[in-house]
């Protein structure tokens, strides 16, 4: 190594130079002003020529020899340094790189010159200091449109998700896209209009259920997407149609006992069967369960519940029909009951109003009064929208709970033990939150807070809970949690999913505890319905809630014998009440 003067004018210029890349006017005009002011400061670096010529050819310092020339220079001192087996193709690039960063094209055109001298990727990473994935991603550009190269080549790059739509593309597409979008001279080009012409859906292997013989079998090839992050299967196909058919026919073959496979509407949300209704708590065994395929083309699992069937017309409690039996019968002769069906609805007021005196003013022992509230919810007029089964009534359900308070002949006999259990299956049938027809209302939350049932409430923290959160709710949440909310809603979101996946989180909106005004609000009600029905029990009526009046109309319906299907559907109730409110 050795420094000596030449005219800059001998020296040649390194044809594998790294920086091709034109620099500023204004980066130019000022070492231009700094070359005449005080000379090069740091001497460029030239080696001898190798082909049998005695000049010098320049390893570093182009732009410095180029701007000397225009500065009318006659000599500059240069370092001499020893001719490298590779050109000074690696000196170059991490003198350059070092002073200051190539663009990716620059560095693109390096590493490609490196490789084909023998370089392996990883030796250059070494070299480097950087990731091999890094030195992968750059190597893309070789499937870049020359034209494109150009533009980016200027310091217009687009963003690093673009640059990986744009290099999956082939050149004929690139070709067209950059035809339709090509900037004018000087401006930028519209990159992301750019990307998303040439975007394909991809549909990813860590997304899919199926094996490699289903993918096999669709056609389905993996490409590795260098661009995702190194800790996750960054594999994925745009073969759309047959991943999704693939998925299907998993779906198909993994179909589980009481499952069914569902559609997705418009929103991306399970079209479930008729009068399906969707359980977002613990499912129960009589619970269906639906697969379907969400817009990621994920295979997605979701439960759903239907209402018990009614029994048919004339179908009595085994299930068998009564009527149209054709064998002869023997006509005998009709005799008149001991008591009339007046009697017997005489009898049954009488025995009524026996019945609520004595509940009211009779004393009962603690034990005898949870005894007869099981009973009571077995009786016949009993109808329970339930939370946990569907819709049953009190003599289908409840006498399964009331068998177990009887002794063998048939007294009321239980422990503590048997009448908690009984208790609390009541309950469990009786209260529920679940919007709808089965909602207890005001009732099950105060219940819900007196027994700490929040202690039991599931980790809401999850994606599908949290999308129904609005920006304020999501911040609220994190002002909780000490997260700083993100610009975005969905990075805000996903901040809060990956915080709540060890912890457990429950929204205050979720807690059991009604508002205070709510709660006083329903027992001003409760208090003014209590007034109201101290006269009679027909302006008791008259006056009450829509549920007390939906109750009457279900109770008359077993009064008048309506059973199975000729009990009305919801809408005819729902007409019958508005009629009785009318009048």
Request: proline share 5%; hydrophobic share 40%.
């Amino acid at each position: 190594m050795q420094i000596m003067k030449v005219d800059p004018r001998a020296l040649k210029e390194n044809p594998d130079r790294m920086r091709q890349s034109k620099s500023s006017p204004q980066a130019d005009a000022l070492m231009l002003a700094t070359i005449k002011a005080v000379g090069i400061v740091q001497p460029p670096v030239v080696a001898p020529e190798t082909d049998g010529g005695n000049g010098y050819i320049i390893d570093a310092g182009h732009r410095r020899v180029r701007l000397a020339i225009a500065a009318g220079l006659e000599e500059i001192e240069i370092l001499v340094v020893d001719a490298a087996n590779d050109n000074g193709a690696m000196r170059s690039m991490v003198e350059n790189s070092v002073r200051e960063a190539l663009n990716p094209v620059d560095q693109w055109r390096g590493i490609e010159r490196l490789v084909a001298l023998g370089w392996t990727e990883e030796a250059i990473a070494v070299a480097l200091a950087l990731p091999v994935r890094q030195i992968r991603k750059l190597r893309l550009l070789a499937n870049v449109l020359p034209a494109m190269l150009e533009q980016m080549a200027l310091g217009d790059m687009p963003s690093e998700q673009q640059l990986r739509v744009i290099a999956a593309a082939g050149q004929v597409e690139q070709k067209e896209v950059w035809k339709a979008h090509k900037p004018k001279k000087g401006d930028t080009a519209p990159w992301w209009q750019i990307a998303n012409a040439l975007t394909k859906k991809r549909m990813y292997a860590r997304d899919a259920s199926f094996g490699d013989d289903l993918a096999q079998a669709y056609g389905i090839e993996w490409v590795e997407d260098l661009f995702a992050p190194a800790d996750e299967d960054g594999r994925y196909t745009t073969n759309v149609e047959g991943f999704l058919g693939a998925q299907h026919e998993w779906m198909t073959n993994n179909l589980p006992k009481r499952g069914a496979i569902v559609e997705v509407n418009s929103w991306g949300q399970p079209e479930l069967p008729k009068k399906g209704s969707q359980v977002y708590g613990k499912p129960s065994k009589s619970d269906h369960k639906a697969l379907y395929l969400d817009r990621d083309g994920k295979v997605q699992t979701v439960h759903y519940r239907i209402p018990e069937a009614a029994n048919p017309k004339g179908a009595v409690g085994d299930g068998s029909v009564t009527g149209g039996d054709d064998t002869d019968a023997v006509a005998t002769p009709k005799v008149r009951p001991d008591v009339t069906q007046k009697g017997h609805d005489m009898i049954g007021d009488f025995r009524t109003d026996a019945l609520h005196d004595a509940l009211g003013r009779a004393p009962i022992e603690d034990d005898m009064l949870m005894a007869l509230m099981v009973l009571a919810f077995a009786g016949l007029n009993v109808r329970i929208d339930s939370g946990a089964d569907g819709t049953f009534y009190g003599g289908k359900r409840f006498s399964r709970h009331a068998v177990g308070l009887f002794d063998e002949h048939g007294k009321l006999a239980f422990d503590q033990d048997t009448l908690r259990v009984a208790v609390r299956s009541v309950l469990i049938d009786v209260l529920s939150c679940r919007r709808g027809m089965s909602n207890s209302g005001m009732v099950a939350r105060i219940a819900g807070e007196a027994i700490g049932a929040d202690a039991f409430l599931p980790n809401m923290g999850s994606e599908d809970f949290l999308l129904c959160l609005s920006r304020q709710a999501l911040e609220a949440s994190c002002a909780e949690a000490s997260i700083q909310p993100r610009p975005k809603v969905r990075e805000t979101r996903t901040a809060l999913v990956e915080h709540f996946a060890t912890k457990h989180f429950v929204h205050p909106s979720g807690r059991f505890a009604p508002p205070a005004d709510e709660l006083l609000d329903w027992i001003r009600a409760g208090s003014a319905t209590d007034v109201v029905g101290a006269g009679s029990l027909d302006d008791g009526r008259a006056d009450g809630t829509a549920e007390d009046q939906d109750g009457e109309i279900d109770n008359e319906m077993e009064r008048e014998g309506m059973q199975g299907a000729d009990r009305p559907d919801d809408a005819e109730l729902d007409e019958d009440f508005d009629q009785r409110a009318a009048a």
